[in-house]
């Protein structure tokens, strides 16, 4: 049996959500009619990637966004010790999950195979320090012409359109080189490093020394995020997740705790018997 991932759990609390978007957001959606004559798409890749998704064999459809606004709460513990905050661990991960959804929601209300170039952001508001917005946007797009390979479909083994944050040439050279995107996958961990005590900042003081504590605390809080990421691309049956980003975050909590936020795109190969070409020296000639 395959083991299910907090982002499954997740994703299916959130559904309901998602499936209710905005009345405002569909009546958008269905302005554009993708693949009618005349229908005028959006984008927020460049010119140059742009002309790469389309020389990938995908046609760009709309702009697709999720959004979320979340209160993010407070979370007691023994600041004496290195400790994650899961609750607070949870509370950025359901947040993020809500607005990917969401965007996912409308890439499938476009009939899309996939996302491409998502961005996924967080912004505390002014009218409240513990408020923050959290959203998702990328460029939904449809195959025209590319060879989903053997499983005849570019949708993810979730039934999803696939998403990616890889840039419009990243995401050309990955279907070049046989690769095909699944998903954007991602694990999360707020941790809380423990304040030193007086005599420990006093038997420091002028000496090159390691703090150990320390750097047990923040090698534990990116592996619980690592792992996390690992597993939901576990969960996608993925070869690898390439393009991984692990970012840090304080959020306003305070210098000793710290939001340990790893993603990145798990992809799979489109063929078996695929050879990678080899790539091709350019030499500019500009001065």
């Excluded at 009546?27 to 010119?47: C, H, I, N, Y």
């Excluded at 998502?118 to 508001?125: A, Q, S, T």
């Excluded at 710290?258 to 795109?265: D, Q, S, V």
């Amino acid at each position: 049996m395959t083991e299910r991932t907090g982002r499954d759990v997740i994703g299916e609390a959130a559904q309901p959500a998602a499936q209710d978007a905005a009345e405002g957001a569909m009546r958008r959606l269905a302005r554009l009619q993708p693949g009618e004559k005349g229908s005028l798409f959006t984008s927020d890749l460049t010119v140059n990637e742009f002309l790469l998704v389309r020389e990938a064999g995908f046609r760009p459809l709309g702009l697709v966004l999720g959004a979320s606004v979340h209160h993010v709460g407070l979370q007691l513990g023994r600041w004496s010790k290195n400790q994650e905050l899961t609750k607070l661990s949870q509370a950025m991960y359901h947040a993020r999950e809500l607005a990917m959804s969401r965007m996912e929601a409308e890439a499938s209300a476009l009939g899309a195979d996939g996302i491409v170039g998502v961005r996924l952001d967080v912004e505390f508001k002014e009218f409240g320090s513990d408020i923050a917005e959290f959203i998702a946007v990328g460029t939904a797009v449809k195959a025209d012409g590319a060879d989903p390979g053997a499983g005849g479909t570019w949708l993810n083994n979730k039934g999803k359109p696939f998403t990616s944050d890889l840039s419009g040439q990243e995401f050309w050279t990955l279907i070049r080189a046989g690769y095909a995107p699944l998903d954007l996958v991602m694990g999360s961990c707020v941790y809380h490093v423990a304040h030193q005590r007086l005599t420990q900042v006093l038997g420091n003081a002028g000496r090159n020394v390691e703090i150990e504590p320390f750097t047990q605390a923040l090698y534990d809080a990116r592996e619980l995020a690592m792992s996390r990421m690992r597993a939901e691309g576990e969960a996608l049956e993925a070869e690898g997740i390439v393009a991984v980003q692990l970012k840090q975050h304080t959020h306003g909590w305070g210098g000793h705790t710290t939001e340990f936020f790893a993603i990145g795109t798990a992809v799979r190969p489109l063929r078996d018997d695929h050879v990678i070409d080899r790539p091709t020296v350019v030499v500019s000639l500009d001065g």
